[in-house]
């Protein structure tokens, strides 16, 4: 007798709560790059690009990650919405961060931002 086991598939999202330069990306590279889809902000410049690529996620049940600054509630409240609408487990990702770090860091970096945005 063939038995099939199907693992479950929890649709996931993650959402990333910290200010530039407190290891975000760093840390979706380490642990989410294989598994989850980014959006980004940074990488998908506009709203409308970042609109599709969620359609896209909840619609194939993607896991994925919203890797932006996300610091005030009425922020995250938008992609927390779209994921309880679409039966999504939401997972936050506080990055507690030393502003003086999080400037160094930042002054390394190859797209390094104006130092006002971290403070």
Same mark, same amino acid.
């Given at each position: ?46 709203? @409308? ?6 359609? !896209? ?7 994925? $990650? /919203?890797? #932006?600054? %996300? ?14 609408? @679409? ?6 990702? !506080? ?7 999080? $400037? /160094?860091? #930042?002054? %390394? ?11």
């Amino acid at each position: 007798m063939l038995r099939v086991v199907l693992k479950n598939k929890t649709m996931e999202m993650n959402i990333f709560i910290g200010i530039p330069a407190s290891g975000k990306s760093s840390f979706y590279k380490e642990l989410f790059f294989n598994s989850h889809i980014r959006i980004s902000m940074d990488l998908l410049n506009t709203r @409308n690009k970042e609109g599709k690529l969620l359609q !896209y996620c909840f619609e194939t049940q993607s896991k994925m $990650v /919203i890797d #932006n600054t %996300n610091v005030t509630k009425k922020c995250r409240k938008k992609y927390i919405e779209l994921a309880k609408q @679409n039966n999504y487990k939401v997972i936050g990702y !506080y990055f507690e961060s030393n502003i003086q770090d999080c $400037v /160094i860091r #930042n002054k %390394n970096r190859k797209d390094s931002i104006n130092e006002i945005g971290i403070n």
